[in-house]
């Protein structure tokens, strides 16, 4: 049995006031329609923990589809930014029984999270939230960057915070191991899992300032079966 615990992906949908005013069917006054708020949380085993903002994320898009007696249905659609935490938009709505239905996907169109709400529509309606629940395993690392300071010749240690926002068991792996990649860390784990809620650490060890001059920006991209993320770590 999941544990409800409020977390949120950040989504901005500009104006849309012009676009779903065009849905309006024959003949209905403009007044019938309300100015609404929607805004979407996830329902997540545990809360992120370990895992805080900035991070990365496999969720990159979210797909809304609202119908209304007596309207043409709407989608709407907005990319997500890499290390976002909320998400709302801003439509026009009928008044009258409205059904919302959203999806959260991962680049690869895998379903993230998916949510379904009918309520009434009135004057007094002003923000409506839909709960969304997750489908499968979710992958967020922390954080977006990682920045080390090298003191001696030994090296520095840190570490990333992988966790599954999502469902199941998240398998992950390092396609390409930044060990052989830049020969100045050593990985300890290339590949590992986490239950759902849960949160592990990928460890670097001896992280090394191998440039003469300037930070040293290395990307380290970690893979999962919804998709990929990419943080930075910046050596100094």
Same mark, same amino acid.
Request: glycine content about 8%; proline content about 6%.
């Given at each position: +049995?999941?544990?409800?615990?409020?977390?949120?992906?950040?989504?901005?949908?500009?104006?849309?006031?012009?676009? $779903?005013?065009?849905?309006?069917?024959? #003949?209905?006054?403009?007044?019938?329609?309300? &100015?609404?708020?929607? =805004?979407?949380?996830? *329902?997540?085993?545990? $809360?992120?923990?370990?895992?805080?903002?900035?991070?990365?994320?496999?969720?990159?898009?979210?797909?809304?589809?609202?119908? *209304?007696?007596?309207?043409?249905?709407?989608?709407?659609?907005?990319?997500?930014?890499?290390?976002? *935490? +909320? %998400?709302?938009?801003?439509?026009? /709505?009928?008044?009258?029984?409205?059904?919302?239905? @959203? /999806?959260?996907? *991962?680049?690869? /169109?895998? !379903?993230?999270?998916?949510?379904?709400?009918?309520?009434?529509?009135?004057?007094? =309606? %002003? !923000?409506?939230?839909?709960?969304?629940? %997750?489908?499968? &395993? !979710?992958?967020?690392? %922390?954080?977006?960057?990682?920045?080390?300071?090298?003191?001696?010749?030994?090296?520095?240690?840190?570490?990333?915070?992988?966790?599954?926002?999502?469902?199941?068991?998240? @398998?992950?792996? /390092?396609?390409?191991?930044?060990?052989?990649?830049?020969?100045? +860390?050593?990985?300890?784990?290339?590949?590992?899992?986490?239950?759902? #809620?849960?949160?592990?650490?990928?460890?670097?060890?001896?992280?090394?300032?191998?440039?003469? $001059? #300037?930070?040293?920006?290395?990307?380290?991209?970690?893979?999962?079966?919804?998709?990929? !993320?990419?943080?930075?770590?910046?050596?100094?």
């Amino acid at each position: +049995m999941m544990r409800a615990s409020r977390s949120r992906f950040s989504l901005v949908l500009l104006s849309l006031y012009g676009a $779903t005013v065009q849905c309006r069917s024959p #003949g209905e006054p403009a007044g019938a329609r309300q &100015p609404v708020r929607v =805004t979407f949380s996830t *329902s997540s085993s545990t $809360t992120l923990g370990v895992v805080q903002s900035p991070y990365r994320s496999v969720a990159d898009s979210v797909v809304v589809w609202i119908t *209304s007696e007596g309207s043409s249905p709407q989608t709407l659609g907005k990319h997500l930014a890499p290390g976002d *935490s +909320m %998400a709302q938009l801003e439509v026009l /709505l009928p008044q009258g029984s409205v059904s919302i239905f @959203a /999806l959260v996907l *991962s680049k690869n /169109l895998t !379903v993230l999270y998916s949510g379904a709400r009918d309520l009434p529509i009135s004057e007094a =309606t %002003a !923000v409506i939230d839909v709960p969304l629940a %997750a489908g499968s &395993p !979710v992958l967020v690392v %922390a954080p977006d960057t990682l920045r080390v300071t090298v003191s001696s010749t030994a090296g520095a240690f840190d570490s990333l915070a992988i966790h599954n926002r999502g469902l199941d068991s998240l @398998a992950w792996s /390092l396609p390409i191991n930044p060990a052989s990649a830049c020969r100045c +860390m050593a990985v300890r784990e290339a590949s590992g899992s986490v239950r759902a #809620g849960k949160s592990m650490f990928l460890h670097l060890d001896r992280i090394l300032h191998t440039i003469t $001059t #300037g930070p040293q920006l290395v990307n380290v991209e970690l893979a999962s079966g919804a998709g990929s !993320v990419v943080v930075v770590i910046r050596i100094q």
